[in-house]
């Protein structure tokens, strides 16, 4: 059974930092594109951050570039996400995707993900 399992969220005063993991296990995603995405209640889910399967292409949505890094550490088949300089309009429940098959680019689309973990919540005081 696959499974994508998310830790490290939880409260942080505006202006601080946290480190989200994504740990895969019942298959590797090493070859395949990982991405993190969030969501608040009423609202969509929305992109945050993609890693290529080789780590080498990242992307960023415009709301967290500067202030979030994505990263990945394959041998240990788990993805990153580092958050800094949190703001309050950063809280949500922070998911982990993962794509399969020829799947090796990251992605901005939420259906181009087979896999999802089932989410941490990160909450910013102001």
């Known amino acids: 059974q696959v499974q994508l399992v998310e830790s490290g969220g939880g409260l942080v005063q505006a202006g601080g930092s946290l480190r989200l993991s994504c740990a895969a296990s019942?298959?590797?995603?090493?070859?395949?594109?990982m991405g993190w995405f969030r969501q608040t209640p009423g609202k969509e889910r929305e992109f945050v951050a993609t890693?290529?399967?080789?780590?080498?292409?990242?992307y960023y949505a415009d709301s967290v570039k500067g202030r979030f890094t994505i990263s990945r550490e394959n041998g240990k088949n788990t993805v990153y996400l580092q958050m800094s300089s949190l703001k309050p309009e950063d809280t949500a429940v922070y998911y982990c995707?993962?794509?399969?098959?020829?799947?090796?680019?990251?992605?901005?689309?939420?259906?181009?993900?087979?896999?999802w973990g089932q989410g941490t919540q990160v909450t910013v005081s102001s």
């Open positions: 019942g298959r590797t995603f090493n070859d395949n594109g």
């Open positions: 995707a993962g794509r399969t098959g020829w799947g090796t680019a990251g992605s901005t689309q939420e259906d181009e993900y087979a896999y």
């Open positions: 890693i290529s399967g080789s780590g080498v292409n990242i």
